[in-house]
């Protein structure tokens, strides 16, 4: 019994010290994360100020190089357009992968901030736009130099390798494919684990929401040129109407959703935009459907794609048009894939950020049907650890205001969308970091 007893006391003993280990670990993570929050937010209000569009983030990457090379990492510019690869080896260890993506929204900034936007600039598409950080990428920056700044400061506490990736043109859905292509995994160390987050525009500030597997989906823009015979509107006999057969795409695409998939298999088909015809009397001889496709699996995205192909041409079939004037069907390029968080290890980081900030802090969410293209950094290697996560910006007064009056709040790429960037920050800083320290732990 005695025996009992000493171990029963010793057990109790380490716990004890685990525990405060534990708490002093966290304790000293907050504190040096709040000893860097005023020159991050320096950085944060000027990346703010100074915003580029998807593959024209020169500025940004030139900007965020220099201080990753002044932290001690070794970087490399231009990776896949305008991307930046640091790289910081400290022994032997797993290697993890950290990414922000760069680039701002042709957006007129309303949001009334000191520091707002004033940024104007030509498009791709060679129209004069304003520019704004409407989805908030100059926060993943800020935290993105924040946590480079940590670790390499804290190196003895960690041993492995950092790949941290400035990524472009998340926007168009082709950043992490660019950089992918142009030799991430093979010109670089390939990492064993992956990390990201993004601010959200639907949780409290300071608040982190975690989704095992599928977290976005897959998104596809497809095309459909209906074609027809065009002629006056007083002898429609006369004519193969295109407005009235692409209405009938219209309504026979909502089945797909509704009839042909698991009722517990999310998905969407929207058609976003029908355009035909330039007058009242005049029957045109083509229309154009501009659709946006989201799934999760690769299974429910081909079963998608090929329905809308098979309705197209079934209802040219069915209105008796010949096979040259069949509707046409295009997959635009810039697909992006699902996001999907490893399950196993995103539950043991939602654990670790509990005990680091607290469990009133940390929950998880549903998956979001809004495209992201950190995914591809997983579909690449599915061995990869991958793991994106929530840092809630919505500031605590706007959102105590929202829920007792039910209004709304501005979303991701609102002109007036303005998160409480020193929570966002602070939180996804000290989050970033003790993964890292976790992981990479000697």
Same mark, same amino acid.
């Given at each position: 019994?005695?025996?009992?007893?000493?171990?029963?006391?010793?057990?109790?003993?380490?716990?004890?010290?685990?525990?405060?280990?534990?708490?002093?670990?966290?304790?000293?993570?907050?504190?040096?994360?709040?000893?860097?929050?005023?020159?991050?937010?320096?950085?944060?209000?000027?990346?703010?100020?100074?915003?580029?569009?998807?593959?024209?983030?020169?500025?940004?990457?030139?900007?965020?190089?220099?201080?990753?090379?002044?932290?001690?990492?070794?970087?490399?510019?231009?990776?896949?357009?305008? =991307?930046?690869? &640091?790289?910081?080896?400290?022994? /032997?260890? +797993?290697? #993890? %992968?950290?990414?922000?993506?760069?680039? @701002? $929204?042709?957006?007129?900034?309303?949001?009334?901030?000191?520091?707002?936007?004033?940024?104007?600039?030509?498009?791709?598409?060679?129209?004069?736009?304003?520019?704004?950080?409407?989805?908030?990428?100059?926060?993943?920056?800020?935290?993105?130099?924040?946590?480079?700044?940590?670790?390499?400061?804290?190196?003895?506490?960690?041993?492995?390798?950092?790949?941290?990736?400035?990524?472009?043109?998340?926007?168009?859905?082709?950043?992490?494919?660019?950089?992918?292509?142009?030799?991430?995994?093979?010109?670089?160390?390939?990492?064993?684990?992956?990390?990201?987050?993004?601010?959200?525009?639907?949780?409290?500030?300071?608040?982190?929401?975690?989704?095992?597997?599928?977290?976005?989906?897959?998104?596809?823009?497809?095309?459909?040129?209906?074609?027809?015979?065009? =002629?006056?509107? &007083?002898?429609?006999?006369?004519? /193969?109407? +295109?407005? #009235? %057969?692409?209405?009938?795409?219209?309504? @026979? $695409?909502?089945?797909?959703?509704?009839?042909?998939?698991?009722?517990?298999?999310?998905?969407?088909?929207?058609?976003?935009?029908?355009?035909?015809?330039?007058?009242?009397?005049?029957?045109?001889?083509?229309?154009?459907?501009?659709?946006?496709?989201?799934?999760?699996?690769?299974?429910?995205?081909?079963?998608?794609?090929?329905?809308?192909?098979?309705?197209?041409?079934?209802?040219?079939?069915?209105?008796?048009?010949?096979?040259?004037?069949?509707?046409?069907?295009?997959?635009?390029?810039?697909?992006?894939?699902?996001?999907?968080?490893?399950?196993?290890?995103?539950?043991?980081?939602?654990?670790?950020?509990?005990?680091?900030?607290?469990?009133?802090?940390?929950?998880?969410?549903?998956?979001?049907?809004?495209?992201?293209?950190?995914?591809?950094?997983?579909?690449?290697?599915?061995?990869?650890?991958?793991?994106?996560?929530?840092?809630?910006?919505?500031?605590?007064?706007?959102?105590?205001?929202?829920?007792?009056?039910?209004?709304?709040?501005?979303?991701?790429?609102?002109?007036?969308?303005?998160?409480?960037?020193?929570?966002?920050?602070?939180?996804?800083?000290?989050?970033?970091?003790?993964?890292?320290?976790?992981?990479?732990?000697?």
């Amino acid at each position: 019994m005695k025996n009992i007893a000493l171990i029963t006391s010793v057990l109790c003993l380490v716990s004890s010290s685990l525990t405060y280990a534990t708490a002093n670990s966290s304790s000293n993570n907050a504190k040096s994360v709040q000893a860097a929050m005023p020159e991050l937010m320096t950085l944060y209000k000027d990346l703010h100020q100074t915003p580029e569009l998807s593959s024209a983030e020169f500025n940004t990457a030139k900007k965020l190089a220099k201080i990753a090379r002044e932290l001690g990492f070794d970087v490399t510019e231009k990776v896949g357009g305008t =991307g930046v690869v &640091a790289v910081l080896k400290n022994g /032997k260890g +797993p290697t #993890v %992968l950290i990414r922000a993506d760069m680039d @701002a $929204l042709p957006v007129k900034e309303q949001t009334g901030l000191a520091f707002a936007s004033k940024v104007t600039t030509t498009t791709e598409e060679g129209q004069q736009a304003h520019v704004m950080h409407a989805c908030a990428h100059d926060t993943h920056m800020s935290s993105w130099v924040g946590t480079a700044k940590l670790l390499s400061e804290n190196k003895k506490s960690w041993s492995g390798t950092l790949v941290m990736i400035l990524q472009p043109a998340e926007e168009r859905g082709r950043g992490a494919k660019d950089m992918l292509a142009d030799g991430l995994y093979k010109r670089f160390p390939k990492p064993d684990y992956a990390l990201a987050f993004h601010n959200s525009a639907s949780l409290k500030a300071g608040v982190i929401g975690y989704t095992p597997g599928f977290t976005f989906a897959n998104v596809d823009s497809v095309n459909i040129l209906v074609k027809g015979v065009g =002629g006056h509107g &007083a002898y429609p006999h006369a004519t /193969k109407d +295109p407005i #009235v %057969l692409g209405a009938r795409i219209v309504g @026979a $695409l909502q089945t797909l959703v509704s009839r042909e998939l698991d009722p517990q298999d999310p998905a969407v088909v929207t058609v976003g935009s029908f355009q035909s015809g330039t007058k009242h009397n005049i029957i045109s001889d083509q229309a154009l459907l501009l659709l946006t496709v989201r799934s999760y699996s690769d299974e429910t995205r081909q079963t998608l794609l090929d329905g809308i192909a098979r309705i197209a041409k079934g209802e040219g079939i069915a209105m008796g048009l010949p096979e040259k004037l069949l509707p046409v069907v295009t997959v635009k390029d810039e697909y992006t894939p699902a996001t999907y968080n490893a399950p196993e290890f995103t539950k043991k980081m939602a654990n670790l950020f509990s005990a680091e900030l607290g469990k009133d802090r940390i929950i998880e969410v549903p998956p979001v049907m809004a495209g992201e293209d950190f995914g591809r950094y997983y579909k690449a290697d599915t061995n990869i650890k991958s793991m994106i996560f929530w840092v809630g910006g919505v500031p605590v007064d706007k959102w105590q205001a929202a829920q007792e009056t039910g209004e709304g709040l501005p979303s991701l790429h609102s002109p007036y969308w303005a998160p409480d960037a020193q929570k966002v920050i602070s939180t996804a800083t000290q989050a970033m970091n003790s993964a890292v320290l976790t992981i990479l732990a000697k």
